[in-house]
């Protein structure tokens, strides 16, 4: 988050607006394809200078990008002469946009040696991502981002099957922050409207879901308990046919009860009959017939048949281990055995996003399979004859082959009609058109994914996701406060309804816990950590300090009672930051306005001095055009 008051970063009035003159302050962008100029066209609304960097003259899609930019240096970006022509020394961003990821993160070096201070984002590929993490760690201001990473959560928001259920974040332990659609739903801590510029989403919801209950977290915490430093133990319960449990376990039951009272009859004591079942179901024979005090036929055959089925289950039992060990240990591919019914959401390609789209669904139960299309549609006819007695729920095209994509989406549209479908289309911008044209398959640009997430990066913020909501791209985004920010005094209704954006998680600074949906009346200080979920727009509301003025009052009258008076003053206290005193007249039964209070902390006093059964209207205020405060 940049601060107003660099020197870099000031505002300056000019025709109405708020026009960031920014001295030494350019973005400098390496690489002028598809996504460096959608980078160019989301940068324009910004207004800080644009200076670029290409090995070849490019091929501009639209001619009024090309105005916007300041400068042009063709040459290699791995060059310090052409970097330093490009005044790498005096940029505040570096888009490194080149479609060679080892060439972006070459030029990432040479750009941390020629400008310690500027945001340097790289754009890598497939393969990357160890080297990446390794330099986000070891570089200050570095982020590594992959494009095809980030399409995750578009993928899993468009083939999520209950439309509006869109997992956002992870919370605490067994619960994460969701986007939910609901017709009317009652305001709680636990549960806030999606905002946005426009104002609240009415239908769309963000709460916190759990996603199993408290027994089975405590069942989970034990487990991990008790193969925390058990690895063996850990090897052998992977190893058990977990899904098979239910039926086994009975069946195993009625065998060692029949036994225990067939054999304690035949021996003449319980503790016989169960030292004899349990050796028979070891496999062992002799040894346990001989304790019988009534030989003959009918107690041979019923310890030989107790033998053999021992036998049989001790060596299954030692095959399916081994199997299982064997297989780890080779790096044998196998297949899971896939229950009937279960929800199932197919990945064809992009193998490395199959992990970011299994932890998305994973509260809700859905598994993810793969196929590939390298081999045509064959491949995924074999997937899908395998996924034939489960709930088929989706298909994600993920090649980077457009054609191919469509291919065998118009292939699947007709043999699966029920299912939804999204195609990938890497180097295409405005793909909306294209998924209208061909009807029910949902095409998600990559290019504009990507975009919107460089450009926020570019200004040294953290992006971890990018997700399609309503056919509007959205991104969670990772704020760190740092000493001077001017959300600093600001609480979480403010700059939620001040810039349109939804906080989804805080953490402070000498805290370990982050809150999930923290109160509206938390004001932020220095080194305060917030998630948040906004389009584009909103976060350079954000970065620029262009902040709405709280725009509604409540009107109230209170009645006289004095048994209640008490609990009122210190729910006005608290509400309106004001001492008790200063609204102790507001009792004498007359209506009384507060001063401008932001829509949600309005609903909320509303709510609460109505359960004080105080009479309330909440009422919208002509807006005032406040461009350069910020209300607290």
Same mark, same amino acid.
């Given at each position: 988050?940049? /601060? ?71 040459? /290699? ?286 509260? !809700? ?63 295409? !911008? ?39 909501? !309503? ?162």
């Amino acid at each position: 988050m940049k /601060d107003s008051s660099d020197p870099r970063f000031y505002g300056v009035k000019q025709g109405g607006g708020v026009a960031l003159q920014i001295g030494e302050g350019a973005v400098l962008i390496c690489g002028l394809g598809a996504l460096g100029q959608a980078c160019i066209e989301r940068l324009l609304p910004f207004d800080v200078p644009l200076t670029a960097v290409d090995l070849d003259p490019p091929q501009w899609r639209r001619d009024p990008l090309r105005e916007r930019i300041g400068q042009m240096v063709q040459g /290699d970006m791995r060059e310090a002469r052409v970097l330093e022509q490009a005044g790498i020394r005096h940029c505040r961003a570096v888009l490194l946009l080149s479609a060679d990821s080892q060439v972006n993160l070459e030029a990432a070096l040479l750009v941390r040696v020629l400008n310690p201070s500027a945001d340097v984002v790289v754009r890598s590929r497939s393969g990357q991502a160890d080297i990446g993490h390794l330099l986000e760690q070891r570089l200050s201001k570095v982020s590594v981002v992959d494009p095809l990473v980030l399409t995750a959560g578009a993928v899993a928001s468009v083939l999520q099957p209950n439309e509006g259920l869109i997992p956002l974040a992870t919370a605490a332990e067994g619960s994460s922050i969701t986007l939910v659609r609901s017709v009317q739903r009652p305001l709680t801590p636990s549960c806030r409207r999606l905002r946005s510029l426009r104002g609240v989403q009415p239908s769309l919801w963000i709460t916190v879901r759990q996603r199993g209950g408290l027994g089975q977290a405590q069942r989970r915490s034990i487990w991990s308990l008790l193969t925390r430093d058990n690895r063996w133990l850990q090897r052998c319960w992977r190893s058990l046919p977990r899904q098979k449990l239910r039926w086994v376990l009975p069946a195993l039951l009625v065998v060692i009860s029949t036994g225990l009272v067939l054999f304690s009859a035949l021996a003449g004591d319980w503790r016989r009959g169960l030292l004899i079942t349990f050796g028979l179901l070891q496999g062992e024979y002799v040894d346990p017939v001989m304790l019988l005090n009534k030989p003959g036929l009918l107690p041979l055959l019923g310890g030989l048949s107790y033998a053999l089925l021992g036998t049989l289950m001790t060596s299954a039992l030692v095959a399916l281990i081994l199997e299982r060990l064997l297989s780890e240990r080779l790096g044998l591919q196998r297949y899971e055995r896939l229950r009937s019914g279960s929800r199932q959401l197919l990945i064809v390609d992009g193998q490395d996003v199959v992990e970011p789209i299994r932890s998305l669904l994973a509260g !809700e139960r859905i598994g993810v399979q793969t196929a590939s299309l390298s081999e045509g549609m064959a491949e995924i006819e074999s997937q899908l004859e395998r996924l034939r007695r489960t709930d088929l729920v989706g298909i994600g095209l993920l090649s980077s082959n457009l054609l191919a994509n469509l291919h065998a989406a118009l292939a699947l549209q007709q043999t699966q009609g029920s299912c939804r479908l999204a195609v990938l289309a890497h180097d295409m !911008e405005s793909t909306d058109q294209l998924g209208a044209l061909f009807g029910g398959i949902n095409v998600i640009s990559g290019i504009d994914l990507a975009a919107d997430a460089f450009v926020a990066a570019a200004f040294g913020e953290r992006v971890e996701r990018v997700l399609q909501i !309503e056919g509007q791209h959205h991104l969670v985004v990772r704020y760190r406060l740092a000493e001077g920010d001017h959300l600093c005094g600001l609480t979480i209704a403010r700059i939620e309804n001040g810039y349109g954006i939804s906080v989804l998680s805080h953490l402070r600074s000498n805290q370990t816990e982050t809150r999930a949906l923290p109160p509206l009346d938390w004001p932020l200080q220095p080194g305060d950590e917030l998630s948040v979920l906004a389009n584009l727009e909103s976060l350079r509301r954000v970065e620029c300090g262009l902040i709405d003025p709280p725009r509604w009052r409540v009107q109230l009258r209170v009645k006289q009672q004095p048994h209640e008076g008490f609990w009122v003053l210190q729910c006005l206290a608290r509400f309106l930051d004001l001492p008790p005193g200063q609204v102790q007249s507001w009792l004498d039964g007359n209506w009384h306005d507060t001063a401008l209070l932001d829509h949600d902390l309005g609903e909320q006093l509303c709510s609460e001095l109505q359960r004080l059964r105080v009479e309330t209207q909440l009422i919208e205020c002509p807006p005032v055009d406040s461009r350069h405060g910020s209300l607290s």
